[in-house]
Each structure stands twice: as structure tokens, then as C-alpha cells.
């Protein structure tokens, strides 16, 4: 499906990796221009990989999405090497490194940098592209949330809490920004390998006594087919497909949902 997307520029917080790369590359392939924000430096070499693979201009920027002046700069950066935003995509969150269950595991210290990252992240982002795209009356947002953020997962209690916030926020920035023509919707990932899952196990792992512990293989394959109906993991790029079309014309009556990718593991009824 052609999504006509030539030429738009498309911004992806957290796009070094997992789901935000996934969403970088199928945008790039749908020939958008690309600018990779991320804390991590890697985003250089993934930008430098993503260029090479499609004819499209790539850039990197290291941004803490926590920190509004970086987000600020970086948004004014990229709007003048590729020119106005048209597209956003928020995928940058962390875990608190720590299982939650039952929630007295964590501390109320072990909250804040996982509430300053996946929800004033997100609110930093909304203030800094909003306007703009407010300005331009065209535009796209997709946040990416979690199932975590529906069903009160109790695996990561702030994780979970942050999720929820997305949701709930992403609503009200598609109430105000829709009379503008600009859109915001939020994707809910299931069960996806990457490092955030991981760091999911390994925080359980850790406490378990010797006998009771497993590998990370062993440990996700059996939840995977005990709660996702379709028995099988989602992939980044499954995120990154739905992401890619909520960002296109295709898209141009969606605004203000919450959609699952997530082989059926929240049913709403």
C-alpha cells in the first residue's frame, strides 16, 4: 500500500532501537525524511545504517526527552536541516529495573525517573511539536503506551502507572489539537522482545531463589503462550506497521484511539 509519505519529516524519540528503530526504518522505507532522537549514542550508527539502506535523508540527535531545553533544540535542529515536522513518534520509556510484585519490592524512590521520562518526556514532546504542527493545521502524533498501561501490570508498577498516563494525556492533546487538523493516537505493544522485556525478566529472575530460576528463553515463551491467544511474540516491526499507516492520510479519520497490537491479550468488551 502506497501510504504517501514522500518527502514528510517524521521525528522518533527513542528511535535507536527496538520499537523506535522499527518505526524509523518503515518510515523511511515509505520514503519520509528521518531525524533519530535518542539518549542513547547508537542512534549515529543506526542513522548511518538507515541511510544507507534507503535514499532518504538521516539524521541522529542525542536528546534525554526528560530535559526540555534538549528537546527544544533538537526539534529546532532537525526543522532546519529536513524541514517542518509532520510526523511524530514517541517511543522512548524506561522500566524501574525492578519487579513490582507485590508493589512494597520498589520504594517510593524508584518512581521518579520512570514518571520524568515516560510522562514529562511525553509532555515536553507534546509542547515542543504541538504548537508547530498547530501552526502548519497538518499533522500526526503517535505515542506508544503499553497493555501494561490498561490492565494495572503489576510487574512494574511505575512502568504500568507512566503507560496509563499516555493514554489518558494523548486523549486530551487529540481533543485539543483535532479542531487544528492534527491527529494523536496511541498503540499499545504486547509482548515484544526487546530490552525493556528483558530487563522485565532479569528483575525477576534476580530474586528468585537458585532453584526457582529460569531463562530468559524459557521464562517469556511460557508467558507468551499462557496470555497471548495467537501464541506467539509481537515484533517491533508489528508495532511499526500500524504506527507507520496512523501517520498517514490513510489514517485521516483516526484520532484519539488506543490500539493493541498485542495477538489478542487485551480483549475490551
Excluded at 548511518?48 to 530535559?67: K, N, Q, Y
Excluded at 499499545?188 to 525477576?204: D, E, F, I, S
Aim: net charge negative; charged share 20%; with cysteine.
Amino acid at each position: 500500500m502506497d501510504l504517501h509519505l514522500q518527502d514528510r519529516v517524521a521525528v522518533v524519540f527513542g528511535g535507536a532501537s527496538g520499537i523506535g528503530l522499527a518505526c524509523a526504518t518503515e518510515l523511511a522505507r515509505e520514503g519520509c525524511r528521518i531525524a533519530l532522537c535518542d539518549v542513547s549514542s547508537s542512534g549515529i550508527e543506526a542513522a548511518a545504517s538507515l541511510g544507507h539502506e534507503f535514499p532518504v535523508p538521516v539524521i541522529a540527535l542525542s536528546v534525554d526527552v526528560s530535559r526540555q531545553d534538549q528537546v527544544q533544540s533538537a526539534v529546532e535542529q532537525l526543522e532546519a536541516e529536513l524541514g517542518p515536522v509532520e510526523i511524530m513518534v514517541h517511543a522512548a520509556a524506561v522500566g524501574s529495573g525492578k519487579f513490582g510484585f507485590p508493589f512494597t519490592n520498589l520504594s517510593p524512590a524508584d518512581w521518579p525517573r520512570v514518571l520524568e521520562i515516560n510522562i514529562l518526556g511525553m509532555v515536553n514532546v507534546a509542547h515542543m511539536i504541538g504548537p508547530r504542527m498547530i501552526s502548519r493545521s497538518r499533522g500526526a502524533m503517535t505515542f506508544v503506551s503499553s497493555v501494561a498501561g490498561q490492565i494495572g501490570s503489576q510487574t512494574d508498577p511505575p512502568y504500568s502507572a507512566s503507560k496509563a498516563a499516555n493514554i489518558n494525556f494523548a486523549q486530551c492533546l487529540a481533543k485539543d489539537l483535532a479542531p487544528h487538523g492534527v491527529r494523536v493516537n496511541t498503540v499499545c505493544p504486547g509482548m515484544v522482545q526487546t530490552p525493556l522485556n528483558r530487563a522485565v525478566w532479569q528483575a525477576w529472575n534476580d530474586q528468585q531463589p537458585e532453584e526457582s530460576r529460569r531463562s530468559y528463553e524459557d521464562w517469556a515463551n511460557d508467558k507468551v503462550r499462557s496470555v497471548i491467544p495467537l501464541k506467539r511474540w509481537q515484533k517491533p516491526e508489528d508495532i511499526a506497521n500500524l504506527i507507520t499507516f496512523l501517520s498517514s492520510d490513510r489514517a485521516s479519520e483516526m484520532t484519539g484511539q488506543t490500539i493493541n497490537v498485542d495477538g489478542g491479550f487485551v480483549m475490551h468488551w
